[in-house]
């Protein structure tokens, strides 16, 4: 598969606080590139997605931020919450390719 | 309710009899495709389907068959099964424009023996 990696394999947060996870990418013809969230006994759920033409791109609650330069993708999720607990996936692929390449998966633990 | 149904949801079979695990999505979406899951590797794209027989294959197609001949189900087959194919599976369907943004069942646990 792709180098599709995400920098931490565990990432514990306080509830209320701010949580960013990171994933590098080494594919520079990637143009599109998903965050995916995975509760435990479930399928992956999508989150948000941004396109190479953009820098940022806001959901509820979260927002993604691509530096197509250093090749990062990274997802912030604003006051974190219990169920937020999950593990969480970055994906890329690109426009001539419907391919989906995944991460390995960060688990965001958030602490009462 | 919009949903992609996975069945069986849990699976353990004997090395080298054929098996196959289906998968119908209710949303009339063109792009379907299968993943498997094992500890520290995420998901691995085995197959994808751009629409009604027309299928390609992903990252680990190796021991895998996959048939389209209609747009909601998309089967996954193991001709002869080996152990090495003891994984999580996923099925996924979304809009081909918009491939990220899928709808995944809830998963089929394979064990082989």
């Known amino acids: 598969g792709e180098n599709v990696g995400l920098h931490l394999p565990t990432l514990s947060v306080q509830e209320g606080d701010n949580s960013i996870i990171n994933c590098a990418y080494s594919?520079?013809?990637?143009?599109?590139f998903i965050w995916y969230k995975q509760e435990s006994g479930k399928g992956p759920q999508f989150i948000i997605d941004?396109?190479?033409?953009?820098d940022k791109r806001q959901g509820q609650r979260v927002t993604v931020l691509l530096n197509k330069t250093v090749k990062h993708l990274s997802l912030q999720i604003a006051a974190t919450q219990p169920g937020d607990s999950a593990v969480y996936f970055c994906?890329?692929?690109?426009?001539?390719?419907?391919?989906?390449?995944f991460g390995a998966g960060t688990t965001v633990t958030v602490r009462a | 309710e919009a949903q992609v149904t996975q069945n069986p949801r849990y699976l353990i079979t004997v090395t080298g009899k054929k098996l196959t695990v289906t998968c119908s999505q209710n949303?009339?979406?063109?792009?379907m495709s299968w993943y498997r899951q094992d500890p520290g590797l995420g998901l691995r794209q085995i197959y994808y389907?751009?629409?009604?027989?027309?299928?390609d294959k992903g990252d680990v197609p190796e021991g895998y068959k996959v048939s389209r001949k209609e747009k909601r189900n998309f089967p996954l087959i193991l001709e002869s099964p080996s152990p090495n194919q003891t994984s999580l599976y996923f099925c996924?369907?979304?809009?081909?424009?918009?491939?990220?943004?899928?709808?995944f069942g809830q998963g089929t646990r394979l064990t082989v023996v």
């Open positions: 949303m009339n979406h063109e792009y």
């Open positions: 389907s751009m629409n009604v027989e027309v299928t």
């Open positions: 941004i396109r190479s033409n953009m």
């Open positions: 994906a890329e692929s690109r426009s001539n390719d419907y391919k989906l390449s």
């Open positions: 594919n520079s013809a990637s143009d599109y």
């Open positions: 996924a369907s979304s809009l081909s424009i918009q491939v990220g943004e899928a709808f």
